[in-house]
T-cell receptor
Framework: EPEVTQTPSHQVTQMGQEVILRCVPISNHLYFYWYRQILGQKVEFLVSFYNNEISEKSEIFDDQFSVERPDGSNFTLKIRSTKLEDSAMYFC???????????FGEGSWLTVV | AQRVTQPEKLLSVFKGAPVELKCNYSYSGSPELFWYVQYSRQRLQLLLRHISRESIKGFTADLNKGETSFHLKKPFAQEEDSAMYYCALSGVGSQGNLIFGKGTKLSVKP
């Protein structure tokens, strides 16, 4: 069964550094998402992406964050100038048009020190 | 405000006992409701959604619009049901912007 894959599974970075989290959505999917989950808290929506542009974003997704689909397969989340509070599990997800079944990746655990 | 509330952080039952994981929501309009499950060291995966009205792994959930609830039930819990369960909602037309509850950890003891 096709899966959403994410890399890296775990990254430790110093405060102030830039981080890029990578995702390969399921191949025929058209909608892509990033969510995050701070330890002990709920899963929170960050951004949705369709047709090469952001279709929706939350208040969390400020200028520090950006997303990109640099080629036909990857979907990246860039976090500039990381802060301690950016430490979280970041989930990528995708879905095909017309469905509401969202498929999640295993997550990338980001630790900012 | 749009919100999903799962009042129980942890629910512990014995194998064979009935299970009910509570979920209440707040949404102006007609949302779509989902239950996601996360087994240990695995990814979040869809368990069921109210539109399909199906039973998955013996679990069912009925949307009660009057009580704004979408409780997850199973008549006889199994040890392999132990996992984190997340209730989530999506607004009509807002595909993918899921609002999650905080999750309930279900522990089924032998």
């Amino acid at each position: 069964e096709p899966e959403v894959t994410q890399t890296p599974s775990h990254q430790v970075t110093q405060m102030g550094q830039e981080v890029i989290l990578r995702c390969v959505p399921i191949s025929n999917h058209l909608y892509f998402y990033w969510y995050r989950q701070i330890l002990g808290q709920k899963v929170e929506f960050l951004v949705s992406f369709y047709n090469n542009e952001i279709s929706e974003k939350s208040e969390i997704f400020d200028d520090q964050f950006s997303v990109e689909r640099p080629d036909g397969s990857n979907f990246t989340l860039k976090i500039r100038s990381t802060k301690l509070e950016d430490s979280a599990m970041y989930f990528c997800a995708s879905t095909s048009q017309g469905q509401n079944t969202i498929y999640f990746g295993e997550g990338s655990w980001l630790t900012v020190v | 405000a749009q919100r999903v509330t799962q009042p129980e952080k942890l629910l512990s039952v014995f194998k064979g006992a009935p299970v009910e994981l509570k979920c209440n929501y707040s949404y102006s309009g007609s949302p779509e409701l989902f239950w996601y499950v996360q087994y240990s060291r695995q990814r979040l995966q869809l368990l069921l959604r109210h539109i399909s009205r199906e039973s998955i792994k013996g679990f069912t959930a009925d949307l009660n619009k009057g009580e704004t609830s979408f409780h997850l039930k199973k008549p006889f819990a199994q040890e392999e049901d132990s996992a984190m369960y997340y209730c989530a909602l999506s607004g009509v037309g807002s595909q993918g912007n899921l609002i999650f509850g905080k999750g309930t950890k279900l522990s089924v003891k032998p």
